[in-house]
């Protein structure tokens, strides 16, 4: 089964949390933003049973993986 990727990455005016199938969302700090990300990858676990991760967009270009559901 794929896993869902939550991406967290550099905005225009903060942190912007990305997921499939949902608008994506803004915030200030970027450690608030990785705890939106973690959140929404475990209730999206939780409700659909397929695997998630977080991913985290570094300003090199490079994603880093932080964190995995199921």
């Not at 915030?27 to 695997?51: F, K, T, W, Y």
């Amino acid at each position: 089964m794929e896993r869902r990727i939550v991406s967290v990455g550099l905005g225009t005016y903060g942190w912007r949390v990305e997921m499939p199938e949902r608008q994506p969302i803004t915030i200030a700090e970027m450690q608030r933003a990785i705890v939106m990300a973690c959140n929404l990858a475990r209730v999206d676990h939780q409700i659909s049973g397929q695997p998630t991760a977080v991913k985290v967009r570094m300003n090199c270009g490079d994603g880093v993986m932080i964190g995995f559901c199921g």
